[in-house]
């Protein structure tokens, strides 16, 4: 079982081993959850850049060039 202590500031090293373990490295956020048993669990919130991809979609979709040159078109005409 890893150990660590905690220090005045109130701050604990998270053991090599299960920094390992999780994934963890230096930046990397974690969260704390205390239990109603009391057990505390700490889980790893940083996630990979690629694992949000899709999760926001477009409002709108793209412009065609053939609409962006009759815009141009348009306004160019009305000057």
Avoid: N
Avoid at 9 to 33: C, H, M, N, W, Y
Avoid at 38 to 44: D, N, Q, W
């Amino acid at each position: 079982m890893a150990e660590s202590t905690l220090t005045s500031k109130g701050q604990i090293t998270i053991p090599k081993q299960v920094r390992d373990a999780l994934g963890l490295e230096a930046g990397d956020r974690v969260s704390f959850r205390v239990r109603e048993d009391g057990v505390v669990e700490m889980v790893p919130e940083t996630l990979d850049v690629m694992a949000l991809f899709g999760v926001v979609k477009p409002k709108k979709k793209g412009v065609s060039l053939e609409d962006m040159e009759e815009a141009i078109s348009k306004e160019a005409s009305g000057r």
